[in-house]
């Protein structure tokens, strides 16, 4: 008997539908602010359990529903900054793109069971492309249109569970792999029926044993960093009233108390500065006068403008020297922090348009510094989400890193406490302790576990200073995640092609007649 073309579905579309709601609660309760991460499992399984056996169109439907109730509840707090047009366009362009993408998992389904028929590539195989599949849907989403958006990762909702350490070995795409595997995995064992064979049970079992024992991938320790992070709660929102140098005068009283202490480097939040200290003398003779009485360099941030091109940059500084080296930010925020294709969208919203006066160039320097021989690792606000950024800081040889924002536009939001955990994510990730300063908080000094070393509350000025842990020694999340991206990712879309070719190779060779007079027709 020939296999059928779709295997039935698990859920008729109504109680899908309601799946999908629920699934996308599930996975934006697994983000902080509450960060139940288990929910990120029960999110994606209801999410899977929807799209088998649908028809595409209907595929389409269940996965719309599940990432606009996911999207539109996960970055709520973007109504904050430019109200409800762009948190609807942003949502809603997430939405399509998790939606198109449900195709390709309801593709999976549809051809492995039909290509490869054994019991284990069912429980194995199916399963491992299903997840690559999902790994490959969140890599487009991160880095198209523009830079892409990559918020919302499986993988990135774990930064307070005991699954996070796997992102030592794997990195975060691959995190997302392994819980999607176990998730469709748990789903498949169920689907086989057959619980009373303990065999079935292995592949799922052997999945949980991995996320939960494999202990994060060791790193040198090779010291201490003494450092100085001030946040000063200034008035540093993009429309925050505020009179000339009220940010800078916020971050100087805020650092007052570190006069006389021991301190190897000074630390400030994006937008800390005001004026742009390498074109404005007096700005840079304050930060001269702080470097000198702290005997310590600072690392800073300001907007910077070289030519006709101005830029989202941190500087090294240095009493007497001025900028010893300078970062600028490689991905500038679509529509906060430049237009693309202003003419296009001046069109559409000209009023909300005309409020971005930002346009900031995407910079080409390392994200590194050598601060008196110890390297230091820079990500400059949602830099955190990007995984090159991050690894090339490694790569350069930071033993510590450093990241710099301005959360004032999503104040008392859960986007603080969402960006604060990718921090957290990526000192696990990499293996290295990281300063994370907020011009209004949260800030924290992260441990390379993941656990906090020092805090400042959010809408609190003040200090931290910090013997923050140096390591060396890169994790293969570093070494490998490029590749483990391309393989997961692109190798399972890829894959699925060759099961979609071979199908209809299969078909075509069925239909073909066999040579005259032999009376019977090719098998394939």
């Known amino acids: 008997m020939p296999a059928p ?6 859920l008729p579309l109504w109680a899908a539908l309601i ?38 169109w209907s595929s389409v439907l269940v996965g719309f529903v599940f990432g606009a109730t996911f999207y539109f509840t996960h970055i709520v707090w973007i109504t904050r900054y430019l109200g409800m047009i762009p948190w609807f366009a942003l949502a809603g362009i997430e939405t399509v793109f998790l939606a198109a993408g449900s195709i ?9 069971p039909r290509v490869l028929t054994s019991l284990w590539a069912r429980l194995i195989l199916l399963p491992a492309l299903v997840a690559g599949l999902w790994t490959a849907r969140e890599q487009f989403m991160g880095s198209w249109p523009y830079t892409g958006f990559p918020w919302g990762r499986i993988g990135m909702s774990q930064s307070e569970s005991p699954l996070a350490h796997l992102a030592s070995w794997v990195g975060v795409s691959g995190l997302t792999f392994l819980m999607v595997f176990f998730t469709a995995a748990v789903i498949e064992w169920i689907r086989v029926g057959r619980l009373r064979d303990i065999r079935t049970a292995l592949p799922a079992a052997g999945l949980a044993v991995v996320l939960l024992a494999v202990p994060a991938f060791p790193t040198t320790p090779a010291g201490t960093l003494r450092v100085g992070a001030v ?14 140098n009220a940010v800078l005068d916020a971050q100087l009283e805020a650092t007052v108390p570190l006069i006389g202490e021991d301190v190897d480097v000074l630390l400030w ?22 470097s000198e009485r702290l005997d310590a360099p600072l690392v800073v941030n300001a907007a910077t403008t070289r030519g006709d091109d101005t830029f989202n940059t941190s500087i090294l500084w240095v009493a007497g020297e001025g900028a010893v080296a300078i970062h600028d930010k490689r991905n500038p925020v679509p529509m906060g922090e430049y237009v693309p294709d202003r003419w296009f969208y001046e069109m559409l919203v000209p009023d ?15 994200p590194f510094f050598d601060v008196d021989g110890v390297g230091v690792g820079l990500a400059i606000c949602f830099d955190v989400i990007y995984d090159a950024v991050i690894w090339e800081g490694a790569a350069d040889g930071a033993e510590v890193y450093m990241f710099q924002t301005n959360n004032a536009d999503f104040r008392d939001t859960d986007e603080n406490l969402q960006q604060l955990a990718f921090a957290r994510m990526r000192a696990i990730e990499t293996g290295r302790s990281v300063v994370n300063i907020s011009t209004v908080g949260t800030s924290q000094v992260i441990a390379p576990d993941g656990s906090t070393i020092d805090a400042l509350d959010a809408g609190e000025s003040g200090h931290m200073l910090t013997d923050v842990p140096l390591r060396t020694g890169m994790t293969p999340a570093v070494l490998i995640g490029p590749g483990v991206k391309a393989v997961l990712g692109w190798g399972s879309v890829l894959w699925l092609v060759a099961l979609g070719v071979l199908l209809r190779f299969r078909r075509w060779n069925a239909k073909t007649p066999a040579p005259e007079g032999t009376g019977v027709e090719l098998d394939g």
């Open 352 to 366: 909300l348009i005309g409020l971005i006066q930002r346009e900031y160039t995407p910079g080409t320097n390392p």
């Open 5 to 10: 073309s779709h295997p039935r579905p698990v």
């Open 269 to 290: 939040p994006e937008g800390g500065i005001d004026s742009d200290p390498l074109a404005n003398d007096t700005t840079g003779s304050v930060l001269d006068a702080v």
């Open 231 to 244: 946040q000063g709660n200034g008035p540093s929102g993009y429309f925050d009233e505020r009179s000339r």
């Open 104 to 112: 390709l998992i309801t593709l999976a389904y549809r051809w492995m």
């Open 19 to 56: 799946a999908s709601v629920v699934g996308g609660i599930a996975l934006d309760l697994s983000f902080p602010d509450v960060g139940w991460w288990p929910f990120a499992l029960v999110g994606v399984g209801l999410s899977l359990v929807g799209l088998i056996g649908r028809g595409l």
